[in-house]
């Protein structure tokens, strides 16, 4: 199956990709607009793509599917709440579903070295983005902004930015280490205690 090319980036894109993306700024906290979040996070994805498009590294594959683990993390704290709109409730159904045929692909990208087969599944993984951001962007979000009530939609905001913060914080040790080998086995204690 032939896969389309996107068209060439523009010279603003192009700019910005050969740039080390730093991400410093801070995320909105836009208590009108409770999905700036995701929307920032959107076009901070684009930029991602748009740097490994030019530069076609394996460093900036891992990161665009790290990033993309993060997002869907957050997309999904934001589909339980959001799924309960009648009008939403197959498009969140779909969303989900594309997250894990997503998230397959990026398994088996994690498995490449760069060179032709990357970059082509790099490409399909950007397509699907953009059309899963697009239809996001186009039915989800403008329907939660017209059926939830303004403190529902502030509420929705708060709960976006927290579950962000708690996916930016370092991790923490795992439960099974925390109870000090307790029902590990033999082979898991032999790797803890190297």
């Known amino acids: 199956m032939a896969r389309k090319r996107p068209p060439a980036p523009t010279q603003a894109a192009q700019a910005a990709a050969t740039k080390p993306a730093k991400n410093k700024a801070a995320p909105p906290r836009d208590a009108d607009d409770p999905l700036a979040l995701l929307r920032y996070e959107h076009?901070?994805?684009?930029?991602l793509f748009a740097q490994f498009g030019l530069r076609k590294e394996r460093q900036l594959a891992s990161r665009v599917c790290t990033n993309l683990t993060s997002h869907f993390k957050l997309e999904d704290a934001f589909y339980r709440e959001a799924g309960s709109i009648p009008e939403i409730h197959g498009r969140v159904d779909t969303a989900i579903q594309e997250h894990g045929s997503m998230e397959d692909l990026m398994r088996a990208i994690g498995k490449l070295d760069e060179g032709d087969a990357l970059n082509d599944e790099m490409l399909e993984l950007q397509q699907l983005v953009e059309q899963h951001v697009r239809e996001e962007e186009r039915t989800i979000f403008p329907a939660v902004m017209k059926r939830l009530p303004r403190q529902e939609l502030r509420q929705l905001g708060a709960n976006l930015r927290a579950a962000k913060d708690k996916l930016s914080e370092p991790?923490?040790?795992?439960?099974k280490q925390?109870?000090?080998g307790e029902d590990l086995t033999e082979e898991e204690r032999s790797i803890a205690a190297r």
């Open 43 to 47: 076009r901070a994805l684009e930029s």
């Open 171 to 175: 991790p923490t040790r795992g439960r």
């Open 178 to 180: 925390a109870r000090q």
